[in-house]
């Protein structure tokens, strides 16, 4: 690393902390790495950057002392095994929800001939719907969002893969019919955080506030997604779902109120806060067959993305 990048590294890290940014350091060399199309890691092996490097750096660094997210400016945004395309309309996933995934992943889904059918509710960028389908090639996987702006970056997101995604409004409690009773699992990150909740400006001006806000206790679509799942779950399916950290018991209320789950566990995140709820659908497991046989419930729907 020459002596100019890693004055204006240094420099940038000032300047972010000053800013109020916690990660100051880390996101210096973050914007200094995708800039000079490397690595962080690599960033010692880079060799004299030109001016026209260190006039988009600086562009950069003040960008992002103005609170615009690290994601927004690389255009990138890691989960789990995963690097997705995120930028502006779409909520920017949080290392927080990847406790949910592993979770998620370590679950034994029935072994069945047509495989599995997961359903991520409020998808966003895709990133739980693909997660899941690394991890179950063979599953059938629906991504749902109303935000035809995320759902754009969930389809440059699934390019390749066998991921459904479908524009439609969660909370409308006749939603998919066809799917009831015929699904393994189902995981939401859902808006969740209280209406008047103080957030940082990274959140508040630029996630958008449809993928973050959830009514004055933050619980409005979770009730949705809850009733979507006591219908969709066939008889012993999974569900999780990530809530706000002062509405852990509320999920849990929510969820044996309505005396079609059990085993309703509370979970904690990475930093040890309340943040998402599991449970199992009530009843006896069906054949393997389902008795519904092939092709998936969903397959061939003329409203689904291809």
Do not use: K
């Amino acid at each position: 690393m020459t002596t100019r990048l890693r004055y204006a590294i240094d420099s940038a890290a000032t300047l972010l902390a000053d800013a109020g940014i916690d990660s100051a350091r880390y996101d210096a060399e973050e914007l200094a790495a995708h800039l000079a199309g490397t690595e962080r890691g690599r960033l010692p092996l880079v060799d004299s950057p030109d001016d026209t490097f260190f006039d988009r750096y600086h562009a950069a660094i003040a960008a992002r002392s103005r609170r615009v997210p690290l994601q927004h400016l690389t255009g990138t945004a890691a989960f789990g095994p995963l690097t997705l395309s995120v930028g502006p309309g779409v909520f920017v996933p949080r290392p927080e929800t990847e406790t949910m995934l592993e979770w998620a992943n370590s679950q034994s889904l029935d072994e069945t001939p047509a495989g599995p059918v997961i359903v991520d509710v409020c998808t966003g960028s895709g990133a739980l719907a693909l997660a899941l389908a690394r991890r179950w090639p063979e599953a059938h996987v629906v991504g749902i969002d109303d935000s035809e702006a995320a759902l754009d970056y969930a389809r440059r997101n699934a390019e390749g893969t066998s991921v459904e995604l479908l524009c439609a409004d969660v909370t409308d409690p006749g939603l998919l019919p066809e799917l009831d009773g015929q699904v393994d699992l189902v995981v939401s990150n859902p808006p969740y955080v209280p209406d008047a909740a103080g957030l940082e400006p990274e959140v508040r001006e630029h996630d958008p506030a449809r993928a973050v806000f959830g009514g004055p206790d933050g619980m409005a679509v979770i009730t949705s997604v809850v009733r979507l799942a006591g219908r969709w779950l066939r008889p012993g399916g999974l569900f999780a779902v990530e809530h706000d950290d002062t509405t852990s018991a509320l999920t849990c209320e929510l969820l044996s109120g309505t005396a079609l789950f059990d085993e309703i566990v509370a979970r904690m995140d990475l930093n040890g806060r309340p943040r998402f709820v599991t449970a199992r659908r009530r009843g006896q497991a069906p054949s393997p067959l389902r008795g519904w046989g092939y092709p998936h419930p969903l397959a061939g729907e003329s409203g689904a993305d291809e």
